[in-house]
């Protein structure tokens, strides 16, 4: 279990706090957690924020009971992702009679596949820490994310993150860093095949993978190879290098969940289509690379050169400009 | 490079020989060579033979030059699939000047998924066998056959299948063995998704994945444990088993295809539909399980009772009895 976890200065606190923390998507995959009490991975990840795309949240004391608003809309308490929400509430509180309103708005689409829980429990944070003026800096608030949800340690920054999966049993050596790189005309493309909440979960995903795939021993491995890649293409902007590295990352994390029992396959028919578009089209040079989470979506990278052709082939593609303002 | 073998009696020989080879489906696969001249495997495979689909072959002597007729016509001897059959003859030639004329009929579509050089080239080896009157026992003609096309080593026997990896470098002990259970209600059914030949052939694709795939490492250990699985499947008549454990195997296949640089995707949309369809009925509680090779064509296992089930769902469905004359 998590321990309760106060300030430096829990009271008093600020009329409210609010903060802004975009969505992120991995480039390298979080997938196994070596404790699930304090979602601590099995690999480290990277990952690429996507700009404006996100949550903000905005916290406030309250009486008598925690309200959560999200979009403007008063959810159920005792619906799941409240009580996850109340829960993670419960390690900052200064009293037991202590409670929040928290009004949190996303301007994407929830469930769409892009993670709302990681710009949720990163704005989250970052709102407490405004809140309780902590000042706490961004390793701790990765810290503080993490404990909501696992890629939320990734979301407490802009550009590109490495998430570092770190040694020690507490997870205080478990935390994001951002990369200080800025690549421009880096583009991204969500293709939305289904708007369908997943069945699976992650975490339940992340589970039975790490105790019935036989592959997956050689994921975390992987992973580390790949980062390593994924650095060096960063570094030295090549393109190729890092889309071809992200896509063969993606698709290595979803072969460890086809053999899973029962096998996990997210994918649709329309999700195999796109790949076949994907290969098809860069098979004519243009260089488009696709990742894809634990959902039927699938996301394009691409550089601005090739934005017409995207526009073109994939006409309900959603185009983020992650270094962009 | 594979020695020229010769038989104990090359001459005389009878006027013609010929011999009838099953096509096989395999229920643990194989996949990856660890020595591709001699087609010898990393790992054990079992399978199951189609009854009456597979291929018959006759062979006679002819003058001046070899020539290879299939399904009737005369196929044109530089081409890839005459130059492999005759580097495969010359195997067998007791004189340079010795050629042979070879008919060969497959009674299911070529290059729909099914392969066609497992019972082409067991088929083969047996007619040899019978042309030459070598009288060899099964082992030795699986091996014969192996020279051909890996897979052809399960094509030699009817029913249950194990094929033996082996250890030695010769691969003197490389063959397959029957394994002798009767599964009368045993039924297969044939969803061709697309009959066009595939561009990245078996030898190519496991080649690719052996030298590129981190998560292959897992595969021939999890193999071996699938056959154990299998073969108490079959003793014990447990479908469940047999076919969970079959779906299991051909997934992780995939799997170790999907991590391989490029990544190797046999599957179209209509694969995954498949799938889905597959398991939406199993969770309905129908006992159906999928098998799948390298190709876009999906086999499911079930039992005789759920025969007018498969009919009706899958319409263009090709059922196999394998146990049944």
New interface residues.
């Given amino acids: 279990m998590v321990q309760k976890i106060i300030g430096p200065r829990a009271l008093p606190h600020n009329e409210q706090g609010e903060a802004f923390a975009p969505s992120n998507i991995a480039l390298c995959k979080y997938w196994g957690k070596r404790n699930s009490d304090l979602n601590l991975p099995l690999n480290s990840s990277l990952s690429l924020s996507l700009g404006h795309l996100g949550t903000h949240t905005r916290i406030r004391a309250n009486a008598f009971k925690d309200e959560i608003y999200m979009n403007e809309q008063r959810l159920d308490p005792s619906a799941q992702f409240s009580s996850r929400l109340i829960a993670y509430l419960d390690l900052f509180r200064p009293a037991s009679d202590c409670y929040f309103r928290i009004d949190t708005h996303n301007n994407f689409p929830t469930a769409a596949g892009l993670a709302s829980s990681a710009s949720g429990y990163a704005a989250l944070a970052m709102a407490l820490n405004n809140f309780f003026s902590w000042n706490l800096d961004g390793a701790s608030l990765s810290i503080l994310a993490r404990l909501g949800s696992g890629s939320a340690a990734r979301s407490v920054y802009d550009g590109f993150v490495e998430w570092h999966r770190g040694e020690s049993e507490d997870g205080m050596d478990s935390y994001a860093e951002q990369i200080p790189a800025i690549w421009s005309e880096l583009r991204l493309a969500i293709i939305t095949v289904s708007r369908a909440v997943k069945t699976i979960g992650s975490t339940e995903g992340m589970r039975r993978t790490v105790e019935t795939s036989?592959?997956y021993?050689?994921?975390p491995?992987?992973a580390t190879?790949d980062i390593e890649s994924i650095r060096h293409a960063i570094w030295g902007k090549d393109f190729a290098e890092l889309g071809?590295t992200a896509?063969?990352n993606a698709?290595?994390m979803?072969?460890?969940m086809?053999?899973s029992?029962p096998?996990l396959?997210y994918?649709?028919?329309?999700?195999?289509?796109a790949?076949?578009k994907i290969w098809r089209l860069r098979q004519d040079g243009i260089q488009l690379y696709f990742t894809i989470d634990a959902g039927p979506n699938v996301k394009i990278l691409f550089e601005e050169k090739n934005e017409h052709i995207v526009r073109g082939e994939f006409d309900d593609a959603e185009i983020v400009r992650p270094f962009v303002c």
Same sequence: chains 1, 2.
Avoid at 267 to 273: H, I, K, M, R, S
């Fill in positions: 036989a592959l021993a050689a994921w491995e992987k190879r071809g896509e063969s698709l290595a979803h072969a460890t086809l053999d029992r096998a396959l994918w649709l028919p329309e999700t195999v289509a790949f076949h």
